[in-house]
């Protein structure tokens, strides 16, 4: 077959695939405005869980010095309302690890303490667009700590080419059981393609500015920074991510399936956060 035919062939198989899903979308994902419609589908995928990888490192600030190395993902999902105009969740649920900067092996001691990963049972991501741009209010935490944060600013985006940029920034301050109060920044820039444009399309870097767990001994504030990309599957993570989490989270390869299940682990227990 000439790579002219092929790819008349593969071009009917996507408007054929792009016809038959659309058949089966609800009428408020068809109603809604293309840019919120591109989010979600990028973000949350359509139907099928999908996931997030990243890897990055974590610096000593001011100085820069490199203290560890980070691995992790999220799985995510999505829930179109039936009625236009409904909600729109996005499930999810993610960990990272901590690991050495020499061996790249996990860390699970540090300087004779125990090093637990970052893990969040569930994220429950409501979206809406407002004043051309899109909201996301979270809905997190387990038991007395359940929190629900309104997004207040928004994401902005920006239109490039063929594809778009989405950021997000997350500005947190609220108080922890301990009496302390959590504070940090983060930053998130979505690099986001059309499907086939690029090998792959779904890309986004990540940073925090904020305090480490008590075990790193770390006072003052730390740098962190990711890089993430998007995968359909299991077989694509990066085999140090994925053999970690075969091991010590294989409930996150999976996200929660419903609201349901989301609503029933608020009633257990959640997973340490990036401080505490």
Known sequence: MTTVLKAFVASLLLISGATSLAKERPESYLAAPQVLRDWVDARAGTGPAVHWVSEGKVYEYPSGKPLFGLVGFD???????????GEIVHLTRKTFAYTDLESGEVLKEYNGETVEPIAYPYQ???????????????????GDRVQFIKAKDGIPYRKMGDGYIFNAQVFLDFPLP?????????????????????????????????????????????????????????????????????????????????????????????????SG
């Open 75 to 85: 799985s995510s999902t999505v829930i179109w309302p039936e009625e236009v105009g």
């Open 124 to 142: 429950m991501i409501t979206y809406r667009l407002e004043n051309d741009r899109i909201y996301g209010d979270v809905e997190q935490g387990v």
């Open 178 to 274: 301990t009496g302390a109060q959590y504070e940090a920044w983060e930053n998130y820039d979505f690099f986001i393609q059309p499907e086939g444009k690029v090998d792959e399309p779904h890309q986004m870097t990540w940073q925090r500015y904020g305090k480490l767990p008590k075990w790193a001994g770390q006072d003052g504030p730390v740098i962190t920074h990711l890089h993430s990309w998007r995968v359909e599957s299991h077989d694509e993570f990066p085999s140090v991510i994925l053999d970690w989490a075969k091991e010590n989270k294989p409930n996150w390869l999976r996200p929660p399936q419903n609201i349901e299940e989301v609503r029933a682990l608020q009633k257990g227990q959640g997973g340490p956060g990036w």
